[in-house]
């Protein structure tokens, strides 16, 4: 089974629905990250949480909200979707070891597409 | 601020050629970390290498190099004797230890590979 999870995979919704964007992870690992990315602007991060408490805007958190249910679960909402909000999103797990490299894990990403 | 520059959006290049990816980037830190990934067709983030900045020997894997040099922040990528599997976008990527492990990616490279 994969360590990182994300559902749904895709997703075709319309303008103003709300919806949501589900990451799991069984790698015990307290940070996890949302990245979104589209098309020649490469990843860009949208939150960050470093435990279950602890919750930060990244780069492009204007339109979104998250939600870090428990350790293992780290959800990204989309109040009221608009069409430039499509995009491939990505969830990303990294361990928390002061002083060195926490490498992140990432998810197989979910493809969203706002009509 | 942190930034990675990958200027070649898009390259072609025709079976067995090799062919050098660039990749620039800008950081204030010290301790830093530098990566390659590869997103094939199917959309997945495959890890392809991780380069502490402390570590500036070339790497080689099989048919991929790596060359770091911190003299002119650059961290390409040569694929030697390119194959149609090959073809994908590749990210460069920057981390921090001291930014909270973030990742800073650049745009991508599109490398098609054509038999």
């Known amino acids: 089974d994969a360590d990182v999870t994300q559902t749904p995979r895709n997703r075709i919704t319309k303008t103003g629905k709300r919806i949501m964007l589900e990451c799991s992870q069984t790698k015990g690992h307290d940070r996890m990250y949302w990245y979104r990315q589209d098309p020649g602007l490469g990843l860009r991060l949208i939150y960050y949480?470093?435990?279950?408490?602890?919750?930060n805007k990244g780069e492009i958190s204007d339109g979104y909200s998250v939600s870090r249910q428990a350790q293992a679960k780290f959800s990204l909402s989309l109040e009221s979707a608009i069409p430039n909000q499509t995009a491939l999103y990505f969830c990303a797990t990294s361990d928390r070891i002061p002083g060195v490299y926490n490498e992140q894990f990432f998810g197989p990403g979910t493809r969203l597409t706002v009509l | 601020a942190q930034k990675v520059t990958q200027a070649q959006t898009e390259i072609s290049v025709v079976e067995k050629e090799d062919v050098t990816l660039d990749c620039v980037y800008e950081?204030?830190?010290?301790?830093?970390?530098l990566f390659w990934y590869k997103q094939p067709p199917s959309g997945e983030l495959v890890f392809l290498i991780r380069?502490?900045?402390?570590?500036?020997q070339n790497e080689i894997s099989g048919r991929y190099s790596w060359n770091f040099q911190k003299s002119t922040s650059s961290f390409n990528f040569t694929i030697t004797a390119s194959q149609v599997v090959d073809s994908a976008v590749y990210f460069c990527?920057?981390?921090?230890?001291?930014?909270?492990?973030?990742?800073?990616f650049g745009t991508g490279t599109r490398l098609q590979v054509f038999p």
């Open positions: 380069r502490n900045s402390f570590d500036e």
């Open positions: 950081t204030r830190d010290t301790t830093y970390y």
């Open positions: 949480s470093f435990d279950v408490k602890d919750i």
């Open positions: 990527a920057l981390s921090e230890i001291v930014n909270t492990d973030k990742l800073i």
